[in-house]
């Protein structure tokens, strides 16, 4: 079993910064791959980045590119969703999802854990 904590989400103004945390517990997977999702009240979750194992490959959502940057520190068991220039359209609940496999899907349903989620509000 695997479990994901989010913290960092919060209130921040149009232009402003944000650094998301998803801490890792439980069984990990030399082979698997983390992402973020969010979820806006009223829509559906949307995929947002991606991640894989040793850091070395990342997929984003093209809304995001150049704003988000996605990492990992394995030895802290912690990954990171570093959000710049953000914009009311961002707002949502953030999750941190984990899936066994090497690939990084941008599908909800490819990934086997889930986080609670952190909420991010941007105003205008």
């Known amino acids: 079993q695997v479990q994901l904590v989010e913290s960092g989400g919060g209130l921040v103004q149009t232009g402003g910064s944000l650094r998301l945390s998803c801490a890792v517990s439980?069984?990990?997977?030399?082979?698997?791959?983390t992402a973020w999702f969010r979820q806006a009240p009223g829509k559906e979750r949307e995929f947002v980045a991606a991640i894989s194992w040793s850091g070395g490959s990342t997929n984003y959502a093209d809304s995001v590119k150049g704003r988000f940057t996605i990492s990992r520190d394995n030895a802290k068991n912690t990954v990171y969703l570093q959000m710049i220039s953000l914009k009311p359209e961002d707002s949502a609940t953030y999750y941190c999802a984990a899936r066994r496999g090497g690939a990084l899907y941008s599908r909800s349903g490819a990934y086997d854990y889930w986080g609670q989620g952190t909420l991010v509000t941007v105003s205008s």
């Open positions: 439980g069984r990990t997977f030399s082979s698997g791959t």
